[in-house]
């Protein structure tokens, strides 16, 4: 439910915050009042395009922020905020929020993310119908028509499982779309994998190769260097006449003569055994590793060989060697289905085949069932319109081939049908399609009648409804105050009005009026308690003794019961 509308600087509104209630909420008011400009901000805050005319003189920023409660809706708000990228709802608690300024710049916000004008009129066009001028009405398109159709004759699971074979139909179609290109495409296409395949297949690498390579490869491009300077090593060991374990000897000798005189000293003489020993050791290794030293020309061009073959192999299909291998199995898979075109192609024909004939079952049946359950819908909504004054009005309810979506092949996810509404609201006049109807009176009281046959069924949670009352008096205007009340059991009400049997049957009633503030007029709004309301009905109904009794009496008679 809508819980709070913040408006600022709209029109004759400086600041004004309206708290709504569950249930049906009226508006009321003297002519000229403000109550327009309220449902102009919720139209402003559910993605209509701004007017900069309706700024408040003087003020360079206007901006309309609406609360909605969302509580246990069926529309699947969380989906739809997911594909418009907007963050999730906390608490079940959805903000919009829409400003513009004097300079013609516009901002738009769901849950404190900037988004799009039109992202705020499609989440709106979920939460939000209005009815009445300038209207925001689902209920006028043909697919929502055909949606209302399907929802109170209990077809959704029939359309549901047309929609989701229509999908199918799609993931083989675009499968085939892989396989079916011209031969000429197709065999370069073969050529290609089969060369990519081969190429890492006679590769024959190892997983865990490139290091091994790598340290080979550098030892052999580096042998003369590595023999060398291992030569030089052993020269300066033991080869050459002032080598180190010449030295070393020396040194012995000179530490045994220490110890002979001082005894004492017989660590240094066994911490120089131990050096000399090491020495000897690194003398015996160092000649060891420079015999296996290899200069074979050769054998480096082979390990040349292998890393430019991999570095090519990195350029065309990873960066490194389980890449490459990833790649070439892809490759395979890729080629063993196109070498099985043909089989593959009449897989995917069959399925078509099968589900083309399915969806032609599955939608003949959908038809049959629209055509037949239409009137039921027809005559329900026509009931209604009797009641609401309508007494020879006609409604009827055309069910026919959707013209360019009457085979599988261009269905839409709703089948092959197109619904639409006809009106007549006078006798000997052919009726027309609900959207083609001028007076917004008269439609709005059809939009009144169908939403009360359809209270159960109607997704959208919150419903405005602007002169439903034209044109009505007596004991019509009670029987749309109860149609309200009715639908107000599933659904959250605004409605304005100027008669005070509608008014009456409020579960929350406000009024609206003018006042003069530092010189300005603004446009307030107070929720009313019993004896304001009675006060208000009073003025309603003329004024005087006589019309507030009245009005207590027609107070006593329409109000809804406490839920």
């Known amino acids: 439910m809508l819980t709070t509308l913040r408006i600022r600087n709209l029109a004759l509104v400086a ?18 009042a403000g109550k327009s ?71 738009q916000f769901i849950n404190g993310s900037p988004t799009t004008l039109a992202a705020l009129a499609t989440l709106g066009e979920q939460l939000v119908d209005l009815h009445g001028p300038h209207e925001h009405q689902s209920l006028l398109q043909p697919t929502r028509q055909l949606a209302i159709l399907d929802a109170f004759s209990n077809l959704d699971p029939r359309r549901a499982a047309f929609s989701q074979l229509l999908q199918q139909r799609a993931d083989l179609l675009a499968a085939r779309s892989q396989l079916v290109v011209d ?21 024959r690498l190892q997983p865990d190769e490139e290091e091994s390579l790598a340290a080979e490869h550098s030892r052999a491009l580096n042998s003369a260097r590595l023999t060398e ?74 390990l040349q060989d292998r890393v430019d073959l991999l570095q090519s192999l990195r350029r065309k299909y990873g960066s490194t060697i389980p890449d490459i291998l990833a790649f070439a199995d892809r490759a395979r898979t890729e080629l063993q289905t196109l070498e099985s075109r043909d089989v ?45 004054g309508f007494r020879q009005a006609g409604f009827e309810i055309r069910i026919q081939p959707a013209p360019g979506h009457d085979t599988p092949a261009t269905a839409a996810p709703s089948g092959f049908d197109q619904c639409e509404f006809l009106f007549a609201p006078n006798p000997g006049e052919p009726a027309r399609p609900l959207r083609s109807i001028a007076s917004s009176g008269e439609l709005a009281r059809v939009m009144l ?6 209270a159960a069924q109607d997704e959208v949670p919150v419903l405005v409804f602007d002169e439903v009352d034209a044109n009505v008096g007596g004991e019509t205007a009670h029987v749309v105050g109860q149609k309200m009340r009715h639908i107000a059991r599933n659904h959250q009400l605004l409605c304005i009005t100027h008669l ?16 003069i503030h530092d010189g300005r007029t603004e446009s307030r709004i107070q929720l009313l308690d019993e004896s304001h309301r009675i006060d208000e009905l009073g003025r309603m109904l003329g004024g005087g003794p006589a019309a507030r009794r009245h009005a207590v009496d027609l107070l006593a008679q329409c109000s809804p019961p406490q839920d």
Do not use: M, W
């Open 15 to 32: 600041d004004l915050t309206l708290e709504l209630q569950p249930g049906l909420n009226v508006l009321t008011g003297e002519t000229g």
């Open 183 to 203: 031969d000429q495409s197709y065999a370069r296409q073969l050529d290609l994998l089969r060369f990519q395949v081969r190429e890492i297949d006679d590769a």
């Open 37 to 107: 400009v309220i449902l102009g901000a919720l139209q402003l805050v559910l993605g209509q395009r701004a007017d900069r005319g309706a700024l408040r003189a003087g003020a360079d920023l206007c901006s309309v922020e609406a609360v909605l409660q969302l509580g246990a809706l069926h529309v699947p708000i969380g989906a739809l905020l997911t594909n418009l990228g907007i963050d999730p709802c906390e608490a079940g608690v959805l903000v919009l929020k829409r400003s513009f300024t004097s300079s013609g710049t516009n901002r």
């Open 229 to 302: 300077l291992a030569q030089g090593s052993l020269s300066l060991l033991a080869d050459d006449d002032d080598s180190l374990l010449q030295r070393l000897s020396s040194l012995g000798r000179s530490l045994q003569d220490i110890v002979r005189i001082d005894p004492s000293a017989q660590s240094l003489a066994d911490q120089h055994a131990l050096l000399a020993e090491q020495l000897r050791d690194l003398h015996h290794d160092l000649d060891r590793y420079s015999s296996r030293i290899e200069v074979d020309p050769a054998r480096l061009a082979q």
């Open 344 to 388: 593959e192609l009449d897989r995917i024909r069959s399925g078509i085949e099968a589900i083309d004939a399915r969806l032609i079952t599955l939608g003949t049946q959908l038809g049959n069932e629209r055509r037949r359950l239409a009137p039921r819908l027809a005559k329900a909504a026509q009931q209604e319109l009797v009641a609401l």
């Open 500 to 515: 005070a049997p509608v008014a009456a049957h409020a579960n929350a009633h406000y009024l609206v009026s003018k006042d």
């Open 449 to 454: 009648a169908l939403k009360t046959v359809l």
